[in-house]
Nanobody
């Protein structure tokens, strides 16, 4: 069974930082591309960041570039999202996802339908 479990969400003031973690398990899981998505209340789920199995291919949505950093530690079966200089507009439930066929293009990596497995999400609330 493939499982992804997010953690690290919470309430933080604008300008603060959080680090989200996603622990994963499953057959050949470390060869999968990983992504972070987020969904604000009443909004569609949207792409945040993605990383290839080797860490050599990384994408960010424009609104988080320079503030967020995605990374992974395959030995620990964990992908991270370091979030700095948080803004109220970052408030959302953040989801970790895994793709069996990560293509290395921004277009495909940013589409939630390209991901095969999803975690349950962790809530991030940024106050003004």
């Amino acid at each position: 069974q493939v499982q992804l479990v997010e953690s690290g969400g919470g309430l933080v003031q604008a300008g603060g930082s959080l680090r989200l973690s996603c622990e994963y398990s499953g057959r050949t899981f470390n060869t999968y591309g990983m992504g972070w998505f987020r969904q604000a209340p009443g909004k569609e789920r949207g792409f945040v960041a993605s990383i290839s199995w080797s860490g050599g291919n990384i994408y960010y949505v424009d609104s988080v570039r320079g503030r967020f950093t995605i990374s992974r530690d395959n030995a620990k079966n964990t992908v991270y999202l370091q979030m700095n200089n948080l803004k109220p507009s970052d408030t959302a439930v953040y989801y970790c996802a895994a793709s069996r066929s990560y293509s290395g293009t921004y277009y495909s990596a940013s589409l939630d339908r390209e991901y095969d497995y999803w975690g349950q999400g962790t809530r991030v609330t940024v106050s003004s």
